[in-house]
């Protein structure tokens, strides 16, 4: 907002009263006014993060890490992200459960991912079931809980409909919403990348670390917001899909700055999963991705994959700009 200086402010406050006075509303009657145009964007986005508490990465303290995290989200102006938990990983030899804490005392949500992380595809549907029981029953009393469940990996099971359908038909029955992700570009691997680079004594380009991140992830949620007009004719809310990495505290910020300039608004968790699409329940042959993916594929729409969740090509981004190899 432009401010007056107090020298300036008088002959402003005489003049706006000399305008008051010599108008006439007959003299503008006979003009017409054209009603002026509001366009707001229809590119809506919200944050997640998966496997919270997660183990330690390239380079934070576990415990360092949330901190910085909760704050990148304040600067970014996430208001109200969402955190999967596993509280399987949660121990009274840490200060796990506090950090988990923290976020939902920061104005974040919590959900389940499992307690222990399985795999649906390696395991029976019995066993993932009774593993997201126990992890419900460490999140349901507490602040910011909401019934939401992520499958980890997003796997849904794979090729096994029999399994798949077990588990959707358990979520229902614990009265847990399979929440959605469709913008992804395996974070996870960037940082493993990290971590190896780091134990390794190689030297990184963090400015190149941080625009890799960053300019993964909105090249992702293009991708994914072009690939769900093709597939559903609109644009549902884009839910990102990140982890609760050393990258995401020190990035996360800068992530937030350029999706707005790129159009994007950032809304919440909870608005993100009142969209239709949350409620959709893709009948594909192998059940494993985004939703927009399995939804694009239920539907026989091409070009479905982001090219930087391809290990190779994203193995070979990262050697080349960040470890400039």
């Known amino acids: 907002m432009l401010a007056l200086s107090p020298r300036l402010l008088l002959p402003a406050v005489l003049l706006a009263i000399l305008l008051v006075a010599l108008w006439r509303p007959e003299a503008v009657s006979k003009v017409a006014v054209e009603p002026v145009a509001l366009t707001q964007s229809d590119k809506r986005i919200a ?63 919590l959900a389940n991912h499992t307690a222990h992380h399985l795999k649906l595809s390696a395991v ?53 919403m399979n929440a959605y992700v469709t913008v992804d ?57 990140l982890h609760e990495t050393d990258l995401a505290a020190m990035f996360v910020d800068d992530l937030a700055a350029a999706l707005k300039a790129d159009g994007w608004t950032i809304v919440t968790a909870d608005e993100a999963y009142r969209d239709p699409i949350a409620y959709m329940e893709p009948d594909v042959d192998f059940a494993d991705g985004t939703r927009t993916q399995m939804l694009a594929a239920e539907r026989d729409i091409g070009k479905r994959w982001y090219q930087r969740n391809d290990q190779k090509v994203a193995k070979k981004l990262f050697a080349e700009r960040v470890l400039h190899d």
Not at 234 to 239: D, F
């Open 47 to 109: 944050f997640s993060f998966d496997d919270a508490p997660r183990g330690k990465g390239a380079f934070l303290e576990p415990d360092e890490r949330p901190r910085l995290l909760i704050e990148a989200l304040e600067t970014g102006e996430i208001k109200q992200a969402v955190f999967f938990v596993n509280p399987g990983r949660i121990t009274a030899y840490d200060n796990d459960a506090a950090d988990i804490a923290a976020y939902a005392a920061a104005g974040h949500l």
């Open 124 to 176: 029976t549907a019995d066993k993932f079931l009774a593993d997201i029981d126990a992890a419900e029953v460490w999140l349901k009393d507490r602040p910011n809980h909401r019934p939401w469940f992520r499958f980890p990996f997003l796997d849904e099971g794979r090729k096994n409909k029999v399994k798949r359908d077990a588990v959707r038909a358990g979520l229902k029955k614990r009265g847990l």
């Open 185 to 241: 570009a395996s974070d996870w691997y960037m940082e493993e990348q990290a971590i190896a680079a780091a134990e390794a004594g190689q030297i990184m380009d963090w400015n190149a670390l941080r625009d890799l991140y960053v300019e993964s992830y909105v090249q992702s949620a293009r991708f994914s917001d072009d690939l769900a007009r093709r597939t559903l004719g609109r644009a549902p809310v884009q839910m990102i899909l």
